[in-house]
């Protein structure tokens, strides 16, 4: 279950190179639909102020460290069966 908090818990800027200029930001927060993650991003102070250029909001599956040991595995092997291989 996922669900929408007032603040991220994960998230920063990510660099061309080691000490650059921000090229992305990228925040890890959780939400119960990809409607309620597209409603907070609406409303985080970075966004709602002007402070990105572009927002996409994407589903994240959290593999490391493995809260499910093995999930990993498990989804490998199930895209690599819809794949045929």
Same mark, same amino acid.
């Given at each position: ?6 603040? =991220?818990?994960? @998230?920063?800027?990510? &660099?061309? !190179? ?10 890890? *927060?959780?939400?119960?639909?990809? *409607? *309620? !993650?597209? =409603? ?9 102020? @002007? ?5 996409? =909001? ?11 040991? @093995? =999930?990993?595995?498990?989804?490998? !092997?199930?895209?690599? *069966?819809? &794949?045929?291989?």
């Amino acid at each position: 279950m996922i669900t929408v908090t007032e603040t =991220a818990p994960d @998230g920063g800027p990510a &660099r061309v !190179a080691e000490g650059g200029r921000p090229e992305t930001m990228i925040i890890v *927060a959780e939400a119960d639909s990809q *409607a *309620a !993650a597209e =409603a907070w991003i609406g409303r985080e102070p970075y966004n709602s102020n @002007g402070g990105f250029t572009s927002v996409v =909001a994407r589903p994240w599956s959290h593999v490391i460290p493995e809260l499910d040991p @093995g =999930a990993l595995e498990r989804t490998r !092997a199930d895209e690599l *069966a819809k &794949r045929g291989g």
